[in-house]
Nanobody
Framework: QLQLVESGGGLVQPGGSLRLSCAAS????????IGWFRQAPGKEREGVSC????????NYADSVKGRFTISRDNAKNTAYLQMNSLKPEDTAVYYC?????????????????WGQGTQVTVSS
């Protein structure tokens, strides 16, 4: 059964760091782009970052550029989101997603599989 499981969320103080992981089972991630999304209370889900199948292309939302880094380890069938200099406005449930495209798609509807999410809370 195809499954994505996020981990690594938690409570952190402003300025702190967290690393989220997205582990896939039931299929191999090698050929597909992977994305991270987040949804804060009362807000729509937004795209945070994407990495293509080879890892040679990445993109980021303006709000996280320079602070977050997406990566992947195809040998471990896992993707990561390193989050540094966290701010209270980064508080949200973070989701990873996989598209059956090798590149980062333009539309949310093009993401095919989603994890269950992990909570990130940035607060003093």
């Amino acid at each position: 059964q195809l499954q994505l499981v996020e981990s690594g969320g938690g409570l952190v103080q402003p300025g702190g760091s967290l690393r989220l992981s997205c582990a896939a089972s039931g299929f191999t991630l090698d050929y597909y782009a992977i994305g991270w999304f987040r949804q804060a209370p009362g807000k729509e889900r937004e795209g945070v970052s994407c990495i293509n199948n080879s890892g040679h292309y990445t993109n980021y939302a303006d709000s996280v550029k320079g602070r977050f880094t997406i990566s992947r380890d195809n040998a471990k069938n896992t993707a990561y989101l390193q989050m540094n200099s966290l701010k209270p406005e980064d508080t949200a449930v973070y989701y990873c997603a996989v598209t059956l495209y090798s590149y980062c798609p333009a539309y949310t509807s093009q993401w095919d599989y989603w994890g269950q999410g992990t909570q990130v809370t940035v607060s003093s």
